[in-house]
T-cell receptor, first 114, second 111 residues
Framework: NAGVTQTPKFQVLKTGQSMTLQCAQD?????MYWYRQDPGMGLRLIYY???????DKGEVPNGYNVSRLNKREFSLRLESAAPSQTSVYFC?????????????FGPGTRLTVL | KQEVTQIPAALSVPEGENLVLNCSFT??????LQWFRQDPGKGLTSLLL?????REQTSGRLNASLDKSSGRSTLYIAASQPGDSATYLC??????????FGPGTRLSVLP
């Protein structure tokens, strides 16, 4: 099992460009998440999908859109990138958003917006 | 709004020492608390998960405790090794079904 995979690993964008970050999991998990990690601030939840066909906003959704393409895949789109979106982006999955839920994380995508 | 803090921000110890990492949260209405490890340039790995009804969890040399009423958790690492060097993050799962992470403690264990 590969667990949670993310592509690309690194990306540099210019302000105003768009891109999609891809995430896939092979653990048959129901829930998937997108976080961003900034120095000294911990991880902050951008969007999550509790189950296939549903998505909900997290703490910092502005400037992002998501698509739960199927049970395996959850993508994050930046329509018009801004320098404030320079960050490390992590995708995670869990079996359920329940009381005994462990999240499994991908290796991250390092995004720089110039 | 839930806030999670971790003290210290960084810690350097010689190999073999026992050490304690601290995590505090402002809202005690949580489902659970997790401790994660993050190696440089890598994703997070879950170490221990403590349910809100539990007081502690143990895995090998790691022991995590939870005092929900005071909003505190500690991660105890026994007989530290250089391979323990990493950033350790705690995160709480709120009743609103979202995780709130602390900023992490960067640990260096010196051989």
């Amino acid at each position: 099992n590969a667990g949670v995979t993310q592509t690309p690993k690194f990306q540099v964008l210019k302000t105003g460009q768009s891109m999609t970050l891809q995430c896939a999991q092979d653990m048959n998990h129901n829930s998937m998440y997108w976080y961003r990690q900034d120095p000294g601030m911990g991880l902050r939840l951008i969007y999550y999908s509790a189950s296939e066909g549903t998505t909900d906003k997290g703490e910092v959704p502005n400037g992002y859109n998501v698509s739960r393409l199927n049970k395996r895949e959850f993508s994050l789109r930046l329509e018009s990138a801004a320098p404030s979106q320079t960050s490390v982006y992590f995708c995670a999955s869990s079996e359920y958003t329940s009381l005994a839920d462990t999240q499994y994380f991908g290796p991250g995508t390092r995004l720089t917006v110039l | 709004k839930q806030e999670v803090t971790q003290i210290p921000a960084a810690l350097s110890v010689p190999e073999g020492e026992n050490l304690v990492l601290n995590c505090s949260f402002t809202d005690s209405a949580i489902y659970n608390l997790q401790w994660f490890r993050q190696d440089p340039g890598k994703g997070l790995t879950s170490l221990l998960l403590i349910q809100s009804s539990q007081r502690e969890q143990t895995s090998g040399r790691l022991n995590a405790s939870l005092d929900k009423s005071s909003g505190r958790s500690t991660l105890y690492i026994a007989a530290s090794q250089p391979g323990d060097s990493a950033t350790y993050l705690c995160a709480v799962l709120n009743y609103g079904q979202n995780f709130v992470f602390g900023p992490g403690t960067r640990l260096s264990v010196l051989p």
